[in-house]
T-cell receptor, first 117, second 105 residues
Framework: EAGVTQFPSHSVIEKGQTVTLRCDPI?????LYWYRRVMGKEIKFLLH????????ESGMPNNRFLAERTGGTYSTLKVQPAELEDSGVYFC???????????????FGPGTRLTVL | KNEVEQSPQNLTAQEGEFITINCSYS?????LHWLQQHPGGGIVSLFM???GKKKHGRLIATINIQEKHSSLHITASHPRDSAVYIC???????FGTGTRLQVFP
């Protein structure tokens, strides 16, 4: 069974440009999470989808970030316009279970390393 | 101060040594994850526990919810155990800063 996949693995863009990150969760997983690790800091929660609905987006840093999960399958995270401080590694994770319970084990993707110059 | 603190931040060991990584948290949590991040960056979930102890191979995780403390133990450590170990508390995943472990042959 395929795990969580993310695309691209690396992205280098200039300040002001737009970047879209994609996450494909494990098939059948209703819960999808986005996390970010900026240099030297701990991993931070961004948001949580249950199917296509945003269950919790309290970790989204500002309105330059837009996450979608149309159809409840893969998700995209768009940063527009990108700023220098957006550089970091963006992780996606998925878990089974309805209702968004955090008690379900989360399976992580390999991450997307974003560099904003 | 981070809500989830890990110690030590860096740890080196000789192959075969018994290793302990500690995690303390100041927020109320229902369960705690131990994660492993390999040098290539991928994150693997090792354990999720809410009480007592769990064992998987050479890895043992314990948690004391009342004392807000968890430990990850590695018995008979091996160079392939070298990675960053991260604890994260639920309900909303709050991550520690990680412990970088290097095991030398």
């Amino acid at each position: 069974e395929a795990g969580v996949t993310q695309f691209p693995s690396h992205s280098v863009i200039e300040k002001g440009q737009t970047v879209t990150l994609r996450c494909d969760p494990i098939s059948g997983h209703d819960n999808l999470y986005w996390y970010r690790r900026v240099m030297g800091k701990e991993i931070k929660f961004l948001l949580h989808f249950v199917k296509e609905s945003k269950q919790d987006e309290s970790g989204m840093p500002n309105n330059r970030f837009l996450a979608e999960r149309t159809g409840g399958t893969y998700s995209t995270l768009k940063v527009q316009p990108a700023e220098l401080e957006d550089s970091g590694v963006y992780f996606c994770a998925s878990s089974q279970g309805l209702g968004g319970s955090f008690y379900n084990e989360q399976f992580f993707g390999p991450g997307t390393r974003l560099t904003v110059l | 101060k981070n809500e989830v603190e890990q110690s030590p931040q860096n740890l080196t060991a000789q192959e075969g040594e018994f290793i302990t990584i500690n995690c303390s948290y100041s927020v109320g949590i229902s369960a705690l994850h131990w994660l492993q991040q390999h040098p290539g960056g991928g994150i693997v979930s090792l354990f999720m526990l809410s009480s007592g102890k769990k064992k998987h191979g050479r890895l043992i995780a314990t948690i004391n919810i009342q004392e807000k403390h968890s430990s990850l133990h590695i018995t008979a450590s091996h160079p392939r155990d070298s990675a960053v170990y991260i604890c994260a508390g639920t309900d909303k995943l709050i991550f520690g800063t990680g412990t970088r472990l290097q095991v030398f042959p």
